[in-house]
């Protein structure tokens, strides 16, 4: 009962941010900020609904990409992919996951980087795809060391680990 009660209240106040979000988006002005928006809407919904959450990613890809705005066409197929891989469809992911990868390079953004290499992982190790799950990991953990980021590197070493504990490489 407990548990009962304290899943939904988290889940009306998600709901709420939620809301209001989406009325904070149909009063913006300023393109960045409607991209923005978009996708913390899809970042967000990705935890209650996926179509949703797809469907503002896509969204804020093409005001992006209308604009010029690299950063937020980057971060719209970050949580593109998030979206796919979480429903499974791993080939659209990987797609999304490059895309973002290139887009961030492209404008030198190291933490989306590192964040793309973590999310490449994250997506080979759901396939079993260990060696290239490693290797994205490793990747992104040589760079966050370069920018010493020890919260990038703390979560590579555990990436690193899971892969290895998944293998029964103890």
């Keep these: 009962f407990v548990f009962l009660f304290y899943s939904t209240s988290v889940l009306a106040q998600a709901e709420k941010g939620l809301d209001s979000l989406e009325k904070k988006l149909q009063v ?43 950063k937020g066409e980057a971060d719209a197929y970050c949580n ?8 499974g469809s791993y080939d659209s992911a990987d797609v999304s996951f490059k895309k973002y990868l290139g887009l961030s390079q492209k404008i030198n953004h190291t933490k989306s980087i590192i ?8 997506l080979y190790r759901r396939q079993s795809k260990y ?9 992104g953990l040589k760079l966050a060391e370069k920018i010493n980021d020890e919260y990038s590197i703390a979560g590579a070493y ?13």
């Design 131 to 139: 060696a290239a799950a490693t290797d994205y990991y490793v990747k």
């Design 115 to 122: 964040s793309a290499y973590n999310f490449l992982g994250n």
């Design 28 to 70: 913006l002005t300023g393109d960045t900020r409607i991209v923005n928006t978009l996708n913390d809407l899809s970042y967000k919904w990705t935890d209650f609904d996926l179509k949703k959450a797809l469907s503002y990613s896509y969204k804020a890809k093409t005001k992006a990409t209308e604009i010029g705005y690299a």
């Design 80 to 87: 593109m992919g998030i979206a796919q891989m979480y429903s």
């Design 158 to 170: 555990l990436s690193v680990g899971l892969v290895y504990s998944y293998q029964g490489k103890y």
